[in-house]
T-cell receptor, first 114, second 112 residues
Framework: GENVEQHPSTLSVQEGDSAVIKCTYS??????FPWYKQELGKRPQLIID?????GEKKDQRIAVTLNKTAKHFSLHITETQPEDSAVYFC?????????????FGKGTMLLVSP | IAGITQAPTSQILAAGRRMTLRCTQD?????MYWYRQDLGLGLRLIHY???????GKGEVPDGYSVSRANTDDFPLTLASAVPSQTSVYFC???????????FGDGTRLSIL
């Protein structure tokens, strides 16, 4: 099955700096890579996703890049703000009995200090 | 407001008891999922359902069962709860393969 590694496990930055979270996956057939943000005590919420036919996708201060050859993808947050503080999860799709499920990384706790 | 409703919000349960966590969605999504979330381990898939009448096993299915009698409901049952099943349980749904999954607010379950 799919294996997703996520680094770093914790990341502290100053407000205004950029933050980068990296994930690797093992299954070359994976073709969908979402990122979720989870605030303390809340549900995971999708912030951006990318499919394997695209190398980069941007949405305001958030961008995701995908390198299919190396089997890794990254989340980039620019001009970080205190409200970006949360746990971020990457995920990769896998095919199972003809259907697609997600395998999640273990998460990165991002702390943005004012 | 459209979305996923989970119940109960939290529960304390004695070991050995039977417990069913409820999940209902009103988005007419075909697929539904159950995850458990433990500190340092992320979200791990327990069971999933592609469509009403079908279910599949995820990464950590032992000790859990599910049913999918209709499109909207996907209950998760612990037949005989054990302390290692203490966790936060999230239900999710999506419209189809490689579509965004939407999560419920979770159920915090403590087994004593």
């Amino acid at each position: 099955g799919e294996n997703v590694e996520q680094h770093p496990s914790t990341l502290s930055v100053q407000e205004g700096d950029s933050a980068v979270i990296k994930c690797t996956y093992s299954d070359s057939a994976s073709n969908y890579f979402p990122w979720y943000k989870q605030e303390l005590g809340k549900r995971p919420q999708l912030i951006i996703d990318i499919r394997s036919n695209v190398g980069e996708k941007k949405d305001q201060r958030i961008a995701v890049t995908l390198n299919k050859t190396a089997k890794h993808f990254s989340l980039h947050i620019t001009e970080t703000q205190p409200e970006d503080s949360a746990v971020y999860f990457c995920a990769a799709s896998q095919r199972d009995s003809g259907y697609s499920t997600l395998t999640f990384g273990k998460g990165t706790m991002l702390l943005v200090s004012p | 407001i459209a979305g996923i409703t989970q119940a109960p919000t939290s529960q304390i349960l004695a070991a050995g008891r039977r417990m069913t966590l409820r999940c209902t969605q009103d988005m007419r999504h075909n697929a539904m999922y159950w995850y458990r979330q433990d500190l340092g381990l992320g979200l791990r898939l327990i069971h999933y359902s592609n469509t009403a009448g079908t279910t599949g096993k995820g990464e950590v299915p032992d000790g859990y069962s599910v049913s999918r009698a209709n499109t909207d409901d996907f209950p998760l049952t612990l037949a005989s709860a054990v302390p290692s099943q203490t966790s936060v349980y999230f239900c999710a749904s999506n419209a189809g393969p490689n579509q965004p999954q939407h999560f419920g607010d979770g159920t915090r379950l403590s087994i004593l």
